[in-house]
């Protein structure tokens, strides 16, 4: 009898363990894809769990992967700088614009040139514009750099200026945060880059005589730009938290933090 009590009295214990450490766990949100949104999801994140203690995650993946990993039911929320294909609705998803974006054509500070128009910029990225003196720069070799397939930030330029396969890129990378440390460490290159991650270290070029601002975006002046994508499956609800956090992040309250973080909210 009292060995079956001791059992009885270890299996309430273990039992206790496991509610209490269940009682701990805190609620999450996974978002994944775009690196270009971390500031504005990192801020919009911070904000949410300051209000709800609902911890939000970002895996800064690319756009591409963030689309994946929805379909793949790898997070909650994925994060794309682009629209979604056709193929990619086709197969399930849909999409929530969030924020529109302007992409930067970003050079170096030294750099004595200061505007292009679109049609330059493509002819630079194609390779039929080689030296920065043939558009008023200094006698030099222009070095192409971009971003890996898979970018929204690249499919977005590349469908902007009709470059798509076209570029003759001298680096591609994978992050905004690279092509910015790359271009501000380069005197020759030229680069593009989401306007809301763009530093001091680098000098962003108007466009047409336009600069990238968020009135200039938002009123269609400055025409490279692109959309900031919420991707999720249709027809598949989202946990309570997700939706939380999905209903919160597109609501007019959090406009003020989106602006704050350099990009135009959609709503």
Known sequence: MKKIISILTLVL????????????NKETVATDGSTSMNKVIGALGEMFQEDTGITVTYNATGSGAGIQAVQEGRCDIGLASRNLKDVEKANGLEETILAYDG?????NPANPVNDLDVETIAKIYTGEIKNWKEIGGNDAEIVLIGREAGSGTRD???SITDTEDKCAYRQELTSTGDVITTVASNPNAIGY???????????VLTVDGVKP???????????VQRPFVL?????????ESAQKFFDYITSEAANEI???AGVVPAN
């Not at 880059?193 to 000098?203: G, N």
């Not at 601002?213 to 002046?221: A, D, L, P, Q, R």
């Not at 991707?231 to 946990?239: I, W």
Request: one cysteine or more; a neutral charge; aromatic letters at 6%.
């Open 13 to 24: 214990l273990i039992v206790g363990v496991f509610t209490a450490c269940g009682g701990n």
């Open 103 to 107: 992409i930067a054509i970003i050079v």
């Open 156 to 158: 977005g330029f590349e």
């Open 193 to 203: 880059a989401s306007l809301a991650s763009v530093k001091d270290t680098v000098k």
């Open 213 to 223: 601002s968020e009135e200039t975006i938002k009123n269609g002046s400055y025409v």
């Open 231 to 239: 991707v999720t499956k249709k027809d598949v609800a989202l946990s």
């Open 258 to 260: 989106i602006v704050a």
